[in-house]
């Protein structure tokens, strides 16, 4: 981690404990100039972790969603940017709440009519200046902790639609196991998704393969594309490819 990465993690840490923090308070704390705290705290309005005040930030997201933002960013945001290449004008998608799903809209600026069914609360920022995006934001239960809709109205909002892609987030993927997440509401979200869709993708950074979650999705015979970093295990890439599982890496 950079200097300035781990400064900005640990000012983003700083606010999570005293949202009061000042510019000129932050600029004492780690001995940099305002300028740069200003700077820093512009960056991480701009990933969405924080709000922009006057005189210093208040953080948007529950800590435990803080905490998995800021866990190996630089490879999600290259997986959701990939992601994001497979959205064409006019395509029809859903995507499911997760740290690395949530910045898919991010990277699609310029897309035309593109309409986005999704239980994420964590993706707003990214839409709310799109125009070229119609977004539809399922009912159902808000749990902060993870910044998404569950529940029985999620999954009856779900079964409405009819997509040609779903983006699925994943707590853990093993070739035995298939695809698996660590809450069950979750995992019946992303099962629900993926039976709307004709085509159903996969984001998952490195540190996801080679382990199970608590719930079971889906086998991974039923994923079509799974979206990984250059880091992912290279016995578990090799696996999963023998499954027939169209495995890039990023």
Not at 123 to 136: C, D, I, K, S
Request: proline letters at 3%.
């Amino acid at each position: 981690m950079t200097k300035a990465r781990e400064r900005k993690a640990r000012i983003l840490e700083a606010l999570m404990e005293r949202p009061t923090l000042s510019v000129a308070e932050l600029s004492l704390r780690f001995n940099v100039s305002e300028v740069t705290i200003r700077t820093d705290l512009k960056d991480l309005a701009a990933q969405g972790l924080i709000l922009r005040q006057h005189g210093g930030g208040l953080p948007t997201f529950h800590a435990n969603v803080s905490d998995r933002q800021r866990t190996r960013m630089e490879e999600k945001i290259r997986i959701a940017r990939a992601a994001a290449e497979l959205i064409a004008d006019r395509d029809d998608v859903m995507i499911t709440a997760g740290s690395t799903t949530s910045l898919i809209p991010r990277f699609l600026l310029g897309r035309q009519g593109v309409n986005i069914v999704t239980n994420s609360t964590l993706l707003l920022p990214y839409v709310r200046n799109n125009a070229g995006l119609q977004v539809t934001l399922t009912g159902g239960e808000f749990r902060p902790a993870i910044e998404a809709l569950t529940g029985p109205a999620t999954i009856r909002e779900i079964g409405q639609f009819h997509v040609a892609k779903a983006f699925l987030g994943s707590d853990g993927l093993t070739t035995d196991k298939g695809l698996t997440a660590d809450s069950a509401e979750i995992a019946d979200v992303c099962r629900r998704m993926s039976e709307q869709a004709r085509q159903t993708i996969v984001l998952a950074d490195a540190s996801k393969l080679g382990r199970a979650g608590f719930a079971h999705i889906m086998p991974v015979a039923r994923i079509d594309i799974l979206i990984t970093d250059t880091q992912a295990p290279a016995s578990e890439v090799s696996l999963l490819r023998k499954k027939g599982v169209d495995v890039r890496l990023v």
